[in-house]
């Protein structure tokens, strides 16, 4: 259980949750990402407003992490740029195909039992753990 | 009010991710990383997150379900159920992608704040994905039909 951390994992986790209720009881929204991040982003798209303002309060939370003296790391990605934005281009149109990611289905979805997201919860879960297999134990 | 109540949500939702750790692509990798429950290596950290998510937002949901938002008329609930080929392919898509890097859009997102190129390589792309998506989807609808239609967050 090497670098296991469930108070902080349980704490982070519960913050999450409250704010996918907190987007219900006041603007009667999903937390999902995706939706909100592909409304902001796609052509056509009216209603862009609250989702600008949930992206920029989800980048503030690291920067004023960082101003009251937490160290906010540089994410450790792969070497290889194209495998970066191959993996890049696959999430994005995975997840707009799908319908959702893992605040969307994972946690929005499973929280309100719909079997739909606890099928494509599943499914990103082994498709991503057969992938970490292949990459870091098969002809390492 | 709508705007600085998302932004309320936006920045808690921020800070979930980082007291747990999720923003970090190698404590995500630590977990998917099955193969190594034998040999003790594995982080089981991201399941007890979702336990702790989905603890709060189902208790949640049960009193949201009873009222109406404070910022409009009515809850928008995904209305989808169907189990189909989009939901089994795209699903599977983002998981190859989320387990080549560790990240899934909320972290990626984020984690632009800490202003890495790789980073920004990884949410650059994943847009050109979701733009892709958009307009392989539209193909052959009139723009009309398209604008009745926008980026729903129809599950999320």
């Known amino acids: 259980m090497a670098n296991f951390s469930p108070i902080s994992a349980a704490i982070g986790g519960a913050l999450i949750g409250l704010s996918a209720v907190l987007l219900m009881l006041l603007n009667g929204r999903i937390a999902g990402i995706t939706g909100i991040f592909a409304g902001l982003i796609e052509p056509l798209s009216t209603d862009r407003a609250w989702r600008a303002t949930f992206i920029v309060g989800l980048l503030a939370a690291p920067l004023s992490a960082a101003l009251i003296g937490y160290t906010v790391p540089i994410p450790q990605m792969p070497p290889s740029l194209a495998i970066i934005a191959g993996a890049g281009l696959l999430v994005g149109f995975g997840t707009r195909l799908s319908n959702g990611c893992t605040s969307g289905h994972g946690i929005c979805g499973i929280a309100r039992l719909s079997p739909r997201s606890i099928a494509a919860t599943g499914i990103f879960m082994v498709a991503a753990m057969i992938v970490v297999a292949v990459t870091r134990h098969v002809g390492g | ?156």
């Open chain 2, 1 to 156: 009010m709508r705007a600085l109540a998302s932004l309320l949500c936006g920045f808690v939702f921020g800070w979930g991710l980082f007291i747990s750790g999720m923003t970090r692509p190698d404590k995500v990798l630590g977990f998917l990383d099955v193969l190594a429950i034998p040999s003790g290596n594995w982080d089981p950290s991201l399941a007890v997150v979702m336990a702790a998510a989905l603890a709060v937002t189902g208790l949640g949901y049960a009193l949201a379900r009873r009222r109406t938002p404070f910022f409009e008329s009515q809850n928008q609930w995904p209305t989808q159920t169907a189990i189909d080929r989009p939901l089994v392919a795209g699903s599977a898509l983002f998981g190859i992608g989320w387990g080549l890097v560790g990240l899934c859009p909320g972290p990626a997102i984020e984690n632009l704040a800490t202003l890495s190129p790789p980073v920004v390589v990884f949410v650059v792309a994943m847009a050109v994905g979701m733009i892709a998506y958009h307009l392989w989807e539209a193909r052959g609808t009139a723009p009309a039909e398209r604008a009745l239609a926008p980026a729903g967050a129809v599950d999320g």
